[in-house]
Every structure is written in structure tokens, then in C-alpha cells.
């Protein structure tokens, strides 16, 4: 059973610049969450979907953005790229997420850098 | 509020060495769960274990075992016998009525060889 994927990889981008990351869940799994790790910093929670529908988001500006699609895949957006948006940005999927019980499962993270 | 701490930022052993991740949370639920994640240099973060508040049973898998103490607020962990793949970062986890994760900042955990 193929897990949590992302992509791109890597993605390079300048200030100012938007950039665009996808996830696709594990078969089966409703939620979808984001978070951004940044260096030397631990994980900071972003956004939270489920069933298409924004759950909850972290302490972030606006042009962190985001969407659920119909299969539950999910696509984070930053918008005006700033050079402390450099991060690993960590996509996680769970079954619908209705008890506190539910595991998230990780995928490998798509690295951004802003130059 | 809801808090997950790991006071060890690093640590570093040689292999074969036993070590304790220690990991203490703070919540005023009386349900939540409990979880511990591995972070290799590769970037992925690995589930390990899931612990509810109303089981305080230790548990064990292979060289990991995991001490839950109420009375305490803490989760530890413990690698056996540790080796060189054991080297990443560990995370401890909190989830309560809120539904979202608290995390602490990590351990980073170096196995010299």
C-alpha cells in the first residue's frame, strides 16, 4: 500500500514568488494536514483538511492557503514567498479524524528554499 | 494548556549503550493519546507508538520499550542495546479534545559507532 507522497522534492523558488505543494494521502484517508519544520525549529501545524472542508489552521499569516480536493489530495499554497518560508513542509494524512485517537502518518516532505 | 516537553535537545551514546528519551506533557484532559515519532536524516517522519490515557501499561517492541507514568506526565522512551540506524530525531506528541498534535521539539539522538 503506497503511503503519504509529495511532491516536488525540492522547489526553488525567489521572494516575492508563490509556490504550490501537493500531497496525495494514504488510500482511504480523509484528513490531511501540513506543517512546516523549519531549521532548528520544530514542527509548526499549518492547515488541517477533512472531507474537503478547512478543520483548523495554525498561527500563520493569509497567503498560507490550501485545498482538498474530491480525492482528498490537498495542495498547500504560499503566496508572496518570504526567505523564513525556507522550510521542510511535512504532509500528513489520518482516517477522518472524529477521535483524537486517529495516527497521522507522514510522507518525506517537500523542501522549499526561498532565495 | 497543552504542552509536550523534551528537555534533551542531543544526546549522544556509543552503540550497544542503553538510552531514555524522556519526554513530560502538560493537559487538563483526562482522555488524550500519547505518540512518539522518529525523524531520520531523510525527512520523513516514522510513527512509533500510540499510548492512551487510560492504558498505563508499559510496552515493549524489540530493543524500544515505552514507560508511561500519569502520576508524573511522562512518556518515556527507552532504545536497548541501541545502534547507528537508531540516529535520528525523536518527537513525543500530545493529542487531546482539541484533536491536534502538540509536539515537543524533539530529541536528536547520535549512535557512535
Known amino acids: 500500500e503506497a503511503g503519504v507522497t509529495q511532491s516536488p522534492t525540492h522547489l526553488i523558488k525567489t521572494r516575492g514568488q508563490q509556490a504550490t505543494l501537493r500531497c496525495s494521502p494514504i488510500?482511504?484517508?480523509?484528513?490531511v494536514y501540513w506543517y512546516q519544520q523549519a531549521l532548528g525549529l520544530g514542527l509548526q501545524f499549518l492547515l488541517w483538511?477533512?472531507?474537503?472542508?478547512?478543520?483548523n489552521r495554525g498561527n500563520f499569516p493569509p497567503r498560507f492557503s490550501g485545498r482538498q480536493f474530491p480525492n482528498y489530495s490537498s495542495e498547500l499554497n504560499v503566496n508572496a514567498l518570504e526567505l523564513e518560508d525556507s522550510a521542510l513542509y511535512l504532509c500528513?494524512?489520518?482516517?477522518?479524524?472524529?477521535?483524537?485517537?486517529?495516527?497521522?502518518?507522514f510522507g518525506a516532505g517537500t523542501r522549499l528554499s526561498v532565495l | 494548556a497543552q504542552k509536550v516537553t523534551q528537555a534533551q535537545t542531543e544526546i549522544s551514546v556509543v552503540e550497544k549503550e542503553d538510552v531514555t528519551l524522556d519526554c513530560v506533557y502538560e493537559?487538563?484532559?483526562?482522555?488524550?493519546?500519547l505518540f512518539w515519532y522518529k525523524q531520520p536524516p531523510s525527512g520523513e517522519l516514522v510513527f512509533l507508538i500510540r499510548?492512551?490515557?487510560?492504558d498505563e501499561q508499559n510496552e515493549i517492541s524489540g530493543r524500544y520499550s515505552w514507560n508511561f507514568q500519569k502520576s508524573t506526565s511522562s512518556f518515556n522512551f527507552t532504545i536497548t542495546a541501541s545502534q547507528v540506524v537508531d540516529s535520528a530525531v525523536y518527537f513525543c506528541?500530545?493529542?487531546?479534545?482539541?484533536?491536534?498534535?502538540?509536539w515537543g521539539a524533539g530529541t536528536k539522538l547520535i549512535i557512535k559507532p
Open positions: 500528513a494524512s489520518s482516517l477522518g479524524d472524529s477521535l483524537a485517537k486517529k495516527i497521522q502518518y
Open positions: 488510500s482511504g484517508h480523509t484528513s
Open positions: 483538511y477533512d472531507e474537503g472542508e478547512e478543520r
Open positions: 493537559t487538563r484532559d483526562t482522555t488524550y493519546y
Open positions: 499510548r492512551n490515557s487510560f
Open positions: 506528541a500530545l493529542k487531546d479534545s482539541n484533536y491536534q498534535l502538540i
